[in-house]
């Protein structure tokens, strides 16, 4: 069996392979797992591709099917874990909180990044990912900030490319990166502060966005303010609205 789980991963990463050589659309991904419960743990293979998201185990009770409508949001982090947040509820002593399912995968040679890819061209779900892309595109505004948290802040470089948004912090394991469909605004409330609203899901507000708030280490004046919101929002796919509100204003 571990042979031919061995063989299963290895092909997987021949078509990601032949995937960076061109192809426009990257394959799903099969991992090998170990699935977290609240006690214990059952090991199994987690497959991820156009169909949707299958979990397959020998326990079968644990055995899961999702199609990408089933699942809220995604969350991938650098030590090779990946939570499913779907519309699920969990235990009545939860009082309606959303079900997560928390997988590990052990296989190194697949990395956070390739599983982040296939998800990103799977998917407009949003996907929550502690990682910084090795390729963002051209950058079009780069920010030096800080990053407010609940207990401790973290100083790194806010980007904008071509391709999405990337907070490089001086801490790896902090950074970050979003798609700009992931974004639902961007916002200022003066020159030395900028804050992110995301869809994805706040850990203890089930309802709410995600919100990202940056001190900014020099004055972001209003017009590269501006300019950085029109920038924004055309990737998101508003321009036509914006052309319409420029329009109007002349």
């Known amino acids: 069996m571990a042979t031919r789980n061995r063989i299963v991963v290895l092909l997987w990463i021949a078509i990601f392979s032949m995937g960076a050589k061109g192809q426009s659309q990257i394959p799903g991904v099969a991992l090998q797992v170990r699935h977290d419960h609240a006690l214990g743990g059952c090991i ?13 185990t020998k326990h079968q009770k644990d055995a899961m099917t999702w199609s ?14 990946i939570n499913l947040h779907t519309y699920e509820d969990r235990s009545n ?16 040679t697949i990395t956070v990044q390739q599983v982040y890819n296939s998800l990103a061209s799977q998917t407009k779900r949003p996907i929550a990912a502690l990682l910084t892309p090795a390729e963002v595109g051209s950058i079009r505004f780069d920010l030096s900030v800080k990053h407010l948290g609940i207990l401790k802040g973290n100083q790194g470089r806010l980007q904008f490319s071509e391709s999405g948004i ?5 801490d790896d394991r902090r950074s970050q990166s979003w798609r700009y469909e992931d974004m639902e605004s961007i916002s200022s409330g003066g020159p030395y502060d900028l804050t992110l609203t995301t869809y994805e899901q ?14 900014l280490k020099e004055p972001l004046q209003r017009d590269r303010y501006d300019s950085l919101w ?9 321009g036509f609205l914006l052309t319409e509100k420029i329009n109007a204003l002349d």
Do not use: C
């Open 44 to 56: 199994g293979t987690l497959l991820m591709d156009e169909r949707g998201v299958r979990y397959e």
């Open 68 to 81: 990408y409508e089933d699942i809220k949001q995604f969350q991938i982090g650098p030590d090779r874990r």
């Open 93 to 108: 002593w939860r009082l309606g909180a959303d079900r997560v399912f928390e997988f590990t995968w052990a296989e190194e």
């Open 166 to 170: 990337v907070f490089r912090a001086s």
């Open 202 to 215: 706040q850990r203890f507000h089930y309802a709410s966005r995600r919100v990202y708030n940056f001190q």
């Open 230 to 238: 029109r920038f924004v929002n055309q990737k998101k796919g508003y």
